[in-house]
Protein backbone atom coordinates (compact mmCIF):
# COMPACT_ATOMS: atom_id res chain seq x y z
CA UNK A 1 0.00 0.00 0.00
CA UNK A 2 2.86 2.34 0.51
CA UNK A 3 4.16 1.67 -3.09
CA UNK A 4 0.40 3.29 -3.56
CA UNK A 5 0.56 6.03 -1.42
CA UNK A 6 3.70 7.66 -2.18
CA UNK A 7 2.75 8.70 -6.12
CA UNK A 8 -1.01 10.25 -4.60
CA UNK A 9 1.36 12.28 -2.38
CA UNK A 10 3.41 13.19 -5.33
CA UNK A 11 0.39 13.99 -7.54
CA UNK A 12 -1.48 16.14 -4.57
CA UNK A 13 1.96 17.90 -4.20
CA UNK A 14 1.92 18.16 -8.29
CA UNK A 15 -1.46 19.75 -8.19
CA UNK A 16 -0.13 22.36 -5.73
CA UNK A 17 2.28 23.34 -7.22
CA UNK A 18 0.84 23.33 -10.80
CA UNK A 19 -1.77 25.79 -9.23
CA UNK A 20 0.40 28.08 -7.78
CA UNK A 21 2.66 28.67 -10.64
CA UNK A 22 0.08 28.95 -13.34
CA UNK A 23 -1.49 31.67 -10.90
CA UNK A 24 1.47 33.50 -11.10
CA UNK A 25 3.06 32.94 -14.27
CA UNK A 26 0.19 32.73 -16.40
CA UNK A 27 -2.48 34.73 -15.22
CA UNK A 28 -0.18 37.51 -13.26
CA UNK A 29 2.63 36.88 -15.96
CA UNK A 30 0.19 37.39 -18.85
CA UNK A 31 1.71 34.19 -20.16
CA UNK A 32 -1.78 32.17 -21.43
CA UNK A 33 0.03 29.67 -22.78
CA UNK A 34 1.47 28.49 -19.27
CA UNK A 35 -1.35 28.61 -18.03
CA UNK A 36 -2.81 25.96 -20.68
CA UNK A 37 0.23 24.04 -19.68
CA UNK A 38 -0.86 24.09 -16.19
CA UNK A 39 -4.43 23.63 -16.30
CA UNK A 40 -3.37 20.04 -18.66
CA UNK A 41 -0.95 19.14 -16.02
CA UNK A 42 -3.73 19.23 -13.41
CA UNK A 43 -6.16 17.06 -15.19
CA UNK A 44 -3.83 14.62 -15.62
CA UNK A 45 -2.23 14.52 -11.91
CA UNK A 46 -6.35 14.49 -11.13
CA UNK A 47 -7.15 11.77 -13.34
CA UNK A 48 -3.66 9.66 -11.46
CA UNK A 49 -4.89 10.36 -8.18
CA UNK A 50 -8.19 9.14 -8.52
CA UNK A 51 -7.33 5.95 -10.38
CA UNK A 52 -4.47 5.49 -7.81
CA UNK A 53 -7.37 5.96 -4.31
CA UNK A 54 -9.59 3.56 -6.19
CA UNK A 55 -6.98 1.14 -6.35
CA UNK A 56 -6.13 1.72 -2.89
CA UNK A 57 -9.73 1.30 -1.81
CA UNK A 58 -10.06 -1.79 -3.80
CA UNK A 59 -6.83 -3.43 -1.05
CA UNK A 60 -8.20 -2.07 1.52
CA UNK A 61 -11.84 -3.91 1.28
CA UNK A 62 -10.46 -7.41 0.15
CA UNK A 63 -9.99 -9.40 2.82
Known amino acids: MWKK ?7 TIGIFVCIISGYQYGIEG ?19 KIKILKDIKDTLKKP
Open 5 to 11: AIPNVLY
Open 30 to 48: HNYVFLAGAVLLIGIFVYL
